[in-house]
């Protein structure tokens, strides 16, 4: 699915839309793609002599998976943004280069009232990367004052 499609889905947007595309997606899971072109702000500075993606954003571009997923769970026509309540479990195995595609693989496990309960698995070259549970809500979008 298209980047269209993500977007209509989740309120991220560019600089830190990190979801390229949709490559499978049922009820309760989700398979999203990145490519990091090494063009992205954060390798300016992490670091500069060996670029590398930093582990809290492989995090937050699989939660933004997770967020793709929950929009089919979010009321139609509501007015709620995804939010991030905890990650635990947090384990890195392989670095993302720039250059790199990585897969994140997000799936429901639970949904209790309105917190839901997801484990995300993001793969590079055929390795984890990182894997960790996490959960999210749907809040109430409101205006900034």
Not at 49 to 57: A, E, N, Q, W, Y
Not at 94 to 110: I, K
């Amino acid at each position: 699915m298209s980047l269209e499609a993500i977007k209509a889905a989740i309120p991220h947007r560019e600089p830190f839309l990190l979801i390229d595309e949709i490559v499978e997606q049922s009820d309760d899971r989700i398979v999203c793609r990145k490519t990091f072109t090494g063009k992205e702000f954060w390798y300016a500075g992490h670091f500069p002599d060996f670029p590398l993606t930093p582990g809290v954003i492989l995090c937050e571009a699989a939660m933004q998976a997770g967020a793709v997923l929950l929009a089919n769970h979010a009321e139609p026509g509501g007015d709620t943004v995804p939010v991030a309540t905890r990650a635990d479990n947090v384990k890195f195995k392989n670095m993302v280069l720039p250059g790199d595609t990585v897969d994140f693989e997000v799936t429901l496990d639970e949904q209790v009232s309105s917190a839901f309960f997801l484990t995300a698995k993001a793969t590079v070259r055929g390795k984890v990367a990182t894997r960790f549970n996490f959960a999210c809500t749907l809040a109430p979008r409101t205006s900034a004052s």
